[in-house]
C-alpha cells in the first residue's frame, strides 16, 4: 500500500480486465488488446506491477511455490495459506498458541530477558494470526510473571 495504494486494490480483488459491451442482448465481454484505451493499459499495468513487487519479495523456494500462479491476487492467497494455513490450520495455531500463553511461565534457568523473549515471541505470533490480546490482559499477565520470579527468588533465598 505504501507503493501504490491501487496496488493492494489489485491483490485483494484480482486484475482488472478490460471489458465492452457487445450484442443484442448486450452482454460483457473482454477488449483485445487493439481495443485497449490508455485508462485500460494504466490498470493493466497495475496487475503487472503488483506481480513484480510480490514476486521480487519472497524467496526462491517461494518462488517455486507461486510459479505457476497468474494474478496478484493467486501470488497472495498461495502466500498467505503457505504462511498461516488454512482457517482450520490458523485457528488451531491460535488456539495453541492462546494455551501457551495461558499457560506461560518463566523457567528456573531462564533470565529475565529471555523470559520476555519467549512471551513476546508468543504474543506476536498471536498478533500475525489476527488474535490481539488486550494490553491490560498483558500487564496482568507480565505482573504474574514477575511476581512469580521473586517468589522463586525469596524461596532460594531461604
Known sequence: MAEDY???????????????????????VPKTRKEFNDADRKAIEKNFHANKILVCGISPDENNMISACQSAKEIWEALQTSHEGTTQVKQSKIDMLTIEYELFIMKDDESIQN???????????????????PR???????LILFFCFLLSLRIYCL
Open 6 to 28: 491501487e496496488l493492494w486494490d489489485v491483490i485483494c480483488d484480482g486484475p482488472f480486465v478490460p471489458t465492452k459491451t457487445s450484442g443484442d442482448p448486450a452482454i460483457i
Open 115 to 133: 523470559m520476555y523473549t519467549c512471551f513476546t515471541s508468543i504474543i506476536n505470533e498471536l498478533h500475525s494470526l489476527g488474535e490481539i490480546i
Open 136 to 142: 491490560n490482559k498483558l500487564g496482568s499477565k507480565m
